[in-house]
């Protein structure tokens, strides 16, 4: 079991910047694969960034160049960096962790969710 806090989610006007934290506890963090997500209301989750356990990354096109993802093995902590703010970023944001266990059993865990809303 994992269990995931987001914070760090809140309002910042367009053009500002936000750093979400995932706080994992539970299990042995550095051996999962973690991504950060997002979901407008009538809308689908939608991967914004994930990072794998060897520190591989990939983001939406939307967020290329603007946002971050780093994590801290150490820290059991995963963060992502949001710069250049636009108000089609505001979304509620969910921390993802996920693995296939050596009996091919999937493992999929969510946090509750932060509020990110960007507007002037």
């Known amino acids: 079991q994992v269990q995931l806090v987001e914070s760090g989610g809140g309002l910042v006007q367009p053009g500002g910047s936000l750093r979400l934290s995932c706080a994992a506890s539970?299990?042995?963090?550095?051996?999962?694969?973690m991504g950060w997500y997002r979901q407008t209301p009538g809308n689908q989750r939608e991967l914004v960034a994930g990072?794998?356990?060897?520190?591989?990354?990939n983001y939406a096109d939307s967020v290329k160049g603007r946002f971050t993802i780093s994590r801290d093995n150490a820290k059991n902590t995963m963060y992502l960096q949001m710069n250049s703010l636009q108000p089609e970023d505001t979304a509620v944001y969910y921390c993802?962790?996920?693995?296939?266990?050596?009996?091919?059993?999937?493992?999929?865990?969510w946090g509750q969710g932060t509020q990110v809303t960007v507007s002037s």
């Open positions: 993802n962790a996920r693995r296939i266990t050596l009996a091919s059993i999937p493992l999929n865990y």
């Open positions: 539970g299990s042995i963090f550095s051996i999962y694969k």
């Open positions: 990072m794998t356990p060897a520190g591989s990354t």
